[in-house]
Nanobody, 124 residues
């Protein structure tokens, strides 16, 4: 049984940083994309960043490019999202997802495995 467990969310002021973690278990992710999606109240879930597990190739949404960094630690089966220069617009529930490699990483429906989410609040 695949399990994804996120942690690291919290309340920070604008301009601050947070690092989210997602620990994966239950299978190997040799040909998978691990991604972070986010969903703000009243909005649809959107892709933030993804990493192709075998090669650590990454993709980012334009809204987070240059501020967020996704990485993975194979030994710990963990994916991280380092978020810097946080803005109020970044405030959302952040979800870790895993799915087979695809050409369109931003489509949430292509990820069969999801974590429970971690809340990020950006406010002064």
């Amino acid at each position: 049984q695949v399990r994804l467990v996120e942690s690291g969310g919290g309340l920070v002021p604008p301009g601050d940083s947070l690092r989210l973690s997602c620990v994966a278990s239950g299978r190997t992710f040799g040909n998978h994309v691990m991604a972070w999606f986010r969903q703000a109240p009243g909005k649809e879930r959107e892709f933030a960043a993804g990493i192709y597990w075998p090669l650590a190739t990454t993709q980012y949404a334009d809204s987070v490019k240059g501020r967020f960094t996704i990485s993975r630690d194979s030994a710990k089966n963990t994916v991280y999202l380092q978020m810097n220069s946080l803005k109020p617009d970044d405030m959302a529930d952040y979800y870790c997802a895993a799915g087979p490699f695809t050409v369109n990483w931003s489509r949430a429906d292509l990820y069969p495995y999801w974590g429970q989410g971690t809340q990020v609040t950006v406010s002064s």
